[in-house]
Nanobody
Framework: VQLQASGGGLVQAGGSLRLSCAAS????????MGWFRQAPGKEREFVSA????????RYSDSTKGRFTISRDNAKNAVYLQMNSLKPEDTAVYYC???????????????WGQGTLVTVSS
């Protein structure tokens, strides 16, 4: 599976961004998709994940209520709508594909290249 994340950029605190991740290379059926992020000098952390059907989602405590994950299986795509952004959301955001709705990165076998989100105060 090849994953291509896009949609990052510079935004002011309180603003919004929508990240996209396009998957290709194999069947998308049954694949769990997740978003992780890594801020400068910090470890990579879980952001959100969504099941194949879209019925089950999971969020980190820091993003719950502000971020929304969704997917379009017809387009082999997953999205992350980020609202009420804060400076501490600044990070490189990675999409990942795996077989379990897990907040642990070991649950994901495929990773995209990342897209940078910068939130200014």
């Amino acid at each position: 599976v090849q994953l291509q994340a896009s949609g990052g950029g510079l935004v002011q605190a309180g603003g919004s961004l929508r990240l996209s991740c396009a998957a290709s290379g194999r069947t998308f059926v049954g694949v769990v998709m997740g978003w992780f992020r890594q801020a400068p000098g910090k470890e990579r952390e879980f952001v959100s994940a969504i099941s194949w059907s879209g019925k089950n989602t999971r969020y980190s405590d820091s993003t719950k209520g502000r971020f929304t994950i969704s997917r379009d299986n017809a387009k082999n795509a997953v999205y992350l709508q980020m609202n009420s952004l804060k400076p501490e959301d600044t990070a490189v955001y990675y999409c990942a594909a795996g077989d379990r709705l897990s907040p642990e990165d070991i649950g994901y076998d495929y990773w995209g290249q990342g897209t940078l989100v910068t939130v200014s105060s």
